[in-house]
């Protein structure tokens, strides 16, 4: 009898931390590797040169980036549990990475790093995934958009070709530093910054597949050699940049400096998980899929111990890199696998031409890194939200700018905890919260309800919200929604598992369907329960949207889809009965 029972409540335990690759193994066919060997291509290229600038701007040499990108892309997409997660070294760890390098050095970086992926192997298995979600937004904006200005700050002196031997760490020092050196200004420089600037702005409108980064690195880079223009680059910063992943090698261990690092190493690995499980709920959505949150933190956790080994920085799930992927045709792990494969053989076969790219081409590439982390409509909305929130926001994004990110993280979650409570107290659906915090134990293939399960037609995109509309993926979502190759013609956001929607996703809402008209493109709802459809009237959302396009279960959403484009309608799809609770009818 224990024998049996010990069976019966293990075996979803084994199911809950097997990664997401083995789990669809049997799906696996020739055409669905080969589209996911092409989706993995494109990532590839597009994280070539964001590897390349966020390791110069972490303060190490460029290689290391690729190692990153190689090592630990591999082995999130292998250990994951998300079937679409693209990982790899992000601009959330820059200014962290910077202020260890320069205190404890590549050692010191090293430990750090493999410290804070014993963290969250540590979360992942103590089933921490679902937690992330109630960090309040205030506190990830706060930092998120003080990182932003730390890394446009750091930029300037390459961009505009300033000649001063170190720029000083701190913000207020880096600025007056600037403006004391700003005669020796190199006009050179400034050119190919603002060449590179320009043509990752407009590239978009030529085409999307191919990133503009890379093309900005490739113009600058062959205009420098071209007119011999004096310009820093990386083999005149950095010398030669090595074409191989080199030996594991264990760092040096010191406990004096290992107690030292503990908050730093918790701070990587909370920004870690933070972004990577964010990544992963807007994937969800894009592909109709749900991910395995706490295989997905000990998947991160296993690649910041083994990437650091041979050399690599901290990787996180990257929101830009994993959109890429799904807008390209990747449905499973294999291309993230095929990503790592791909920077692999760029820096073998091309990684030795990597040491001409310009400094001010790079700089530039940084620079709208920061723009877009810097999520300036947001924080402006949220000045106006509670005053609690405010406080929150602006605590968090001042000891970020002006003093260290450790202790903003620190006071940032110190106040978290407190809104946490509150918030949690105001709530009395207990069932809500419970289902919040469980983990996804099983495939999404066994909901008879997923949108894998129907047909949906060409010009048709299908977005799913899983669990409350919450502030953490909201401006994930709009970001996601920005990179795709051509809008649709229709876009279909399924509200099944939206049990309720606050300030921030009715904004987003207001947002999406702004964009959605400005792109032509029709919106519908589907699925919508009782709060978020009030929600909506109230807002006046409802009658913007249109009552013709809001739906109580995807088949009629889908039909009314067809019908608009012209196709015969299929009706109920599946011959099942659906839950009450997620297709509910539309009431008054």
């Not at 760890?93 to 410290?115: E, P, S």
């Not at 700003?182 to 590239?203: E, K, R, V």
């Not at 969800?284 to 083994?306: P, T, V």
């Not at 060409?458 to 919450?470: L, S």
């Amino acid at each position: 009898m224990p024998a049996k029972g010990y069976t019966v409540h293990f075996f979803p335990t084994l199911i809950m931390f097997k990664p997401k690759l083995f789990s669809i193994l049997p799906e696996l066919t020739p055409d669905r590797i080969m589209k996911d060997v092409v989706a993995g291509v494109m990532v590839g290229i597009v994280a070539l040169p964001l590897a390349i600038a966020f390791a110069i701007a972490s303060g190490v040499s460029p290689e290391k980036g690729l190692i990153s990108a190689v090592v630990g892309g591999f082995l999130v997409s292998f250990l994951g549990g998300s079937r679409v997660q693209i990982g790899g070294p992000t601009g959330a760890f820059i200014v962290i990475l910077y202020g260890i390098v320069q205190q404890y050095g590549i050692n010191g970086l090293m430990l750090a790093t493999i410290m804070s992926g014993i963290i969250l192997m540590i979360m992942g298995f103590a089933q921490f995934g679902s937690l992330i979600k109630f960090i309040p937004y205030p506190v990830i904006v706060g930092f998120t958009s003080g990182i932003a200005v730390i890394i446009f700050s750091s930029q300037i002196k390459d961009f505009l070709g300033l000649a001063i031997e170190k720029v000083p760490a701190d913000f207020i020092g880096k600025w007056t530093a600037y403006g004391r050196n700003l005669p020796t200004l190199d006009l050179s420089s400034l050119m190919i910054g603002m060449l590179a600037l320009l043509i990752i702005l407009f590239w978009p409108k030529i085409s999307r597949k191919i990133p503009g980064s890379l093309i900005a690195i490739i113009v600058t880079t062959l205009t420098v050699q071209y007119f011999h223009l004096h310009v820093a680059t990386i083999e005149s910063r950095f010398g030669e940049i090595p074409s191989m992943i080199p030996v594991p090698s264990l760092p040096f261990f010191d406990f004096a400096t290992i107690r030292q690092l503990i908050m730093p190493a918790t701070t990587i690995a909370l920004l870690g998980a933070i972004e990577a499980l964010l990544s992963a709920v807007v994937a969800d959505g894009m592909i109709g899929s749900r991910h395995k949150s706490n295989m997905e933190l000990i998947a991160q956790g296993a690649a910041n111990i083994i990437t650091p080994l041979f050399g690599g920085l901290p990787v996180t799930g990257a929101i830009a890199r994993t959109a890429t992927n799904v807008k390209n045709g990747g449905r499973t792990p294999i291309a993230g696998i095929i990503h790592a494969v791909t920077l692999l053989l760029i820096m073998l076969l091309f990684g030795k031409w990597a040491k001409l790219i310009p400094m001010p081409a790079l700089a530039a590439i940084l620079i709208i890194v920061a723009w877009n982390m810097s999520e300036i409509k947001v924080f402006q909305e949220l000045l106006k939200s509670p005053r609690s929130d405010v406080v929150v926001l602006l605590t968090t994004f001042g000891l970020t700018v002006v003093f260290d990110l450790t202790l903003a993280i620190e006071i940032g979650m110190l106040l978290s905890v407190v809104l946490f409570m509150q918030r949690m107290a105001q709530l009395s659906n207990v069932g809500i919260i419970t289902k919040d915090l469980k983990d996804s134990d099983s495939d999404e293939e066994e909901d008879p309800n997923t949108i894998v399960t129907r047909k949906v037609p060409d010009g048709v995109e299908v977005f799913e919200f899983n669990g409350p509309f919450f502030f953490g993926a909201a401006s994930k979502f709009r970001e996601a929604m920005h990179i795709v190759e051509k809008a649709p013609k229709i876009r279909i956001i399924r509200m099944r598992n939206v049990l309720s929607i606050d300030a921030t996703g009715l904004n987003l809402m207001k947002e999406l369907l702004k964009d959605c008209r400005k792109a032509e493109t029709r919106l519908i709802l589907s699925g919508v329960h009782a709060q978020p459809l009030f929600a909506l009237q109230q807002y006046g959302l409802y009658d913007d949207i249109g009552e013709e396009n809001i739906f109580g279960n995807i088949d009629d959403a889908l039909d009314h889809a067809r019908e608009i484009l012209g196709q015969p309608k299929l009706g109920r799809q599946l011959n099942f009965v659906p839950s009450v609770e997620r297709e509910k009818n539309l009431t008054s």
